[in-house]
């Protein structure tokens, strides 16, 4: 397999024996190649911007900058890497700041490793990954309550902004849809659906999926 068709990752965690064991199970697959590794948020940030990796695993707790602090700077720097939060603890806050700094996962360290590999190709493809049931559940309190009361003057600018197209795409990703489903049930293509899905992010200035549905529902673009 070519290098370029490789996921390209980046591991940042303090503990040394987790970023072995990590990098272990990763380089032994086919289509994944850790290109780099940080013991704290600043090296995180930095080996990031160096390497423009695919998908980085980040830590929460770690010295030199928060996993959170660091995942935001990466997404802002890097629209197109995603971030899989890691902890040993399943807390909701995690998860809300966590989305609100831009990160597209939530995986606890104990979680299997065939379940961690499916999960990153998943997240490669472009899905979110809230595996565990705290993040569910701190995830459905966002899209059910919001993270703060809908501004109508935002919200009447960004229907403004968005074609009908890209309304009805929005409403498909707020019902989970994938790529492939918004194509087949509105007789586009894949890659128009993906050429909607990008200007969507875009006007709702959104880091990924994640982020363009929650600010949709906050803003009662949707339903």
């Keep these: 397999m070519q290098t370029e068709k490789m996921i390209r990752i980046v591991l940042a965690d303090d503990q040394p024996f987790i970023r072995k064991g990590l990098r272990y ?11 780099g590794e940080a013991s704290t948020g600043e090296e995180a940030v930095d080996i990031a911007l160096r390497n423009v ?14 996993g959170i602090m660091a995942t935001k700077s990466i997404v802002e720097a890097l629209p197109d890497t995603k971030v899989v939060l890691l902890t040993t603890f ?18 606890l360290k104990d979680t299997e ?9 998943a997240m490669h493809r472009g899905a979110t990954l809230f595996n565990s049931s705290t993040a569910k ?7 059910t309550s919001g ?12 229907l403004g902004a968005l074609t009908e197209r890209e309304t009805e795409v ?25 050429t909607h899905i990008h200007h969507i992010m875009q006007k709702l200035e959104a880091q990924d999926r994640t982020q363009a549905v929650v600010t949709a529902i906050r803003m009662k673009l949707v339903k």
């Design 90 to 107: 399943d807390v909701e806050q995690y998860v809300f700041d966590g989305i609100r700094a831009g990160a597209s996962g939530y995986l």
């Design 170 to 194: 929005l409403q498909l990703l707020a019902y989970g849809k994938r790529n492939h489903e918004i194509s087949a049930i509105l007789c586009i293509s894949e890659g128009t659906t993906k």
């Design 147 to 158: 993270m703060e009361e809908p501004d109508s003057s935002g919200k009447d600018r960004l």
């Design 137 to 143: 559940r701190a995830l459905d309190q966002i899209l």
């Design 53 to 66: 990796p695919d998908i980085v695993l980040m830590d929460i707790r770690m010295p030199g900058g928060t």
């Design 25 to 35: 199970i990763l380089d032994i697959q086919k289509d994944m190649q850790v290109v």
């Design 113 to 121: 490793t065939d379940e961690l590999l499916s999960g990153i190709r």
